[in-house]
């Protein structure tokens, strides 16, 4: 089987699929509450509210799988719409100490990814990269992104 995708070590979709359900969800519950309840029952109002919420949540699941996903495979490390190959990672750095004065040199370093910086709910991990660079991964579940690419790293080194 030739060009074959080699299977993700690790994936982090960066948004899931069910979040746009939860405004049309809302929507349906206040209209059975409305139906069993009330006099008046907003029958155009909440549909397109239902409508609007699902459009925004999205367009929002949209930008979270697009800027935010994360996927390891043996050969190249995705953070977002960035690729990064496995083979020009020289090191994985330890944890950051949160209780150290001063940063280690990799908590400045670029963050990979489009994005300004790690996102919001994520945790850095320092990569050296050959040249003596240092970058920033980053992944919901640091830990095990951190063991799967130790192991690729290390398994290379040997």
């Known amino acids: 089987m030739t060009g074959s995708v080699p299977a993700p070590l690790f994936h982090e979709p960066g948004a899931r699929w069910r979040t746009v359900a939860f ?11 409305e139906v069993a309840t009330g006099p008046v029952v907003h029958w155009f109002a909440l549909p397109v509210i239902a409508v609007v919420l699902a459009v ?18 043996e050969t190249v490390l995705r953070q977002g719409t960035e690729e990064l190959p496995v083979a020009d990672i020289e090191a994985v750095l330890a944890p950051a100490d949160p209780e150290a004065l001063d940063p280690a040199r990799w908590e400045n370093a670029r963050t990979l990814g489009e994005l300004a910086g790690v996102p919001r709910k994520r945790t850095a991990i320092g990569l050296r990269l ?5 970058v920033r991964a980053w992944a919901k579940d640091d830990a095990t992104l951190r063991r799967c690419l130790d192991g690729l790293v290390s398994g290379r080194s040997r």
């Open 23 to 33: 405004g049309p969800l809302f929507c349906l519950a206040a209209l059975l509450i």
């Open 56 to 73: 925004f949540a999205y367009v929002m699941v949209v930008a979270g799988r697009r800027h935010v996903s994360v996927e390891l495979t």
């Open 130 to 134: 050959r040249g003596g660079t240092f």
